[in-house]
């Protein structure tokens, strides 16, 4: 069955440094996010791709955040410098484009970041 | 603007009973899709169930079913035949009509007792 990949799963980082973490949709997504998810809240999207277009980065922190998706097919959420507020766990979703009905997105394991 | 409310941080119920997680929503929009997902510790989102503002029946998948009350904005996941591998974290989600954006509540935890 196709999964979301990310790496790293884990990733412990002193408050200053950069920080990076990697997706990999599922094959012939055309769209994939990055959500946010903050312990003991639900997840809250940071941006959205479509191919290697961002769609809605409107709650993204563009003063330390960026995305790209060169190819349109993996991509790269950075954070630099990372500030202690960044812990969280960092989910990455794709989908078909132009979700109807049920049709849904697929999440990957996420990468739980610690900033110390 | 689209919001979720979850009011039950934690459920606890008895292996093999049923158990009901609340979820109400706002919304303007006419069309709209409810989602519910489950996290378990591993962090995974894994999709349960789906309910579509237009549709006259409640879903069900398995034992996950739906009981959705439109006139009251809710929808919540009812759990027949509780197991152990049930707990986890549970979100209900709204997909606004016409966009491809998830909005999720705070999420309830859910532990199964044996």
């Known amino acids: 069955e196709a999964e979301v990949a990310q790496s790293p799963r884990y990733k412990i980082t002193e408050k200053s440094q950069a920080v990076a973490f990697w997706c990999d949709p599922i094959s012939g997504h055309a769209t994939l996010y990055w959500y946010r998810q903050i312990l003991g809240q639900g997840p809250e999207l940071l941006v959205q791709f479509q191919d290697e277009s961002v769609v809605d980065d409107s709650q993204l922190p563009k003063d330390r955040f960026s995305a790209e998706r060169l190819k349109g097919v993996d991509s790269t959420l950075k954070i630099q410098p990372a500030e202690l507020g960044d812990s969280a766990m960092y989910l990455c979703?794709?989908?078909?484009?132009?979700?109807?009905?049920?049709?849904?997105?697929?999440f990957g394991p996420g990468t739980r970041l610690l900033v110390l | 603007a689209q919001k979720i409310t979850q009011t039950q941080p934690g459920m606890f119920v008895q292996e093999k009973e049923a158990v009901t997680l609340d979820c109400t929503y706002d919304t303007s929009d006419p069309s709209y899709g409810l989602f519910w997902y489950k996290q378990p510790s591993s962090g995974e989102m894994i999709f349960l169930i789906y309910q579509g503002s237009y549709d006259q029946q409640n879903a069900t998948e398995g034992r996950y079913s739906l009981n959705f009350q439109k006139a009251r904005k809710s929808a919540n996941l009812v759990i027949s035949a509780s197991q152990l591998g049930d707990s986890a974290m549970y979100f209900c989600?709204?997909?606004?009509?016409?966009?491809?954006?998830?909005?999720f509540g705070k999420g309830t935890k859910l532990t199964v007792n044996p």
């Open positions: 979703a794709s989908s078909l484009a132009g979700l109807a009905g049920r049709e849904t997105q697929y």
């Open positions: 989600a709204m997909r606004p009509g016409g966009s491809e954006k998830l909005v």
